[in-house]
């Protein structure tokens, strides 16, 4: 499959060469990127799309809807990491557009590419609580930080990927400790299905903290990303004397990587390359960041009432 790159932003030497290891791809070149070696970099997106089969938008800037919907209207299949730049109808817009000239559209939610679903799949996952911590450590730094859309997002996505039902109800609220804005989230959110998840992000914690639980019949399951490690205890049903643990207990482990978004973007592009060539819709659509973005624009809404601050 012949790709194409559209922008800068996180499109490095490093990611070319990463991309270059995968044989399925042949990386033609780019638009407004860095010029690297044996990469060319074409004058206008026409020429671009003319060359290629599918595109990887890596830069936010670049994520606008006239860029966008020009891919979809010469029938590229785009990957899109960041649609930051287009709104709900933009990107209801750019749904309709890829449905018409039969492209496929994935978006980078990294989050759903951990190794540990891969591990869950040999499970029946219907989770009926969810619990999920984020806390980071506090630096200097943290006053740029966004606890909704930097921290809380992921574990969102995360909540949606494994409940996978509709949104009944959110309920959200907040507290500026040190700043202005929100120090410390929590939020609710209920399911058509019964399920419940509970989330709670900080940007000033006194130590790194990210966790997700959930709880169901005969399962209970624990994901330590700081840690690498996830852990399940199910419920055999066999009459066993107990002792300090119920049920049977696994443990999962993942290689720490040492550049991880390399590594996250590398599954991402490979499940891009399974959705082209299997015809099969991506599990990380602009669906499912419709989903997610519709949540957190719920969350802000409430936090214009319930957020209180003593700065």
Known sequence: MKIGIIGT???SERV??????????TIVGGYDCHPYPGFQVFPTL??????VDSV?????LSSNFETLSLAVKYGKHMYIETPALCGS???RKLEMLAYESNTFIQIGLKQRFYSFFD???KYEVTPRIIESSRFVKFNKKSTQLSVIDDLMLHDIDIALKLCSAEVKSVYSTAVGV???DPDVVNTRIEFYNGCVANLSASKISNKEVHETKFFQNNTYCSIDFVNQLLKVQKNTGEETEMGEEWGVRTIYRQAKDSDGYITML???INSFYHCITNSVEPNAGILQYLQLQSVTDKIKEQLERNFTTNV
């Open 178 to 180: 040190l700043y202005k």
């Open 16 to 25: 070319l060469h990463a991309l270059r290891t995968n044989s399925a791809l």
């Open 56 to 60: 990887l938008v890596l830069d936010i």
């Open 119 to 121: 591990d869950l799949d």
């Open 89 to 91: 109808r933009d990107l």
């Open 46 to 51: 026409d020429d671009l799309f003319s060359a």
């Open 266 to 268: 590398g599954k991402e």
């Open 9 to 11: 932003g996180n499109f």
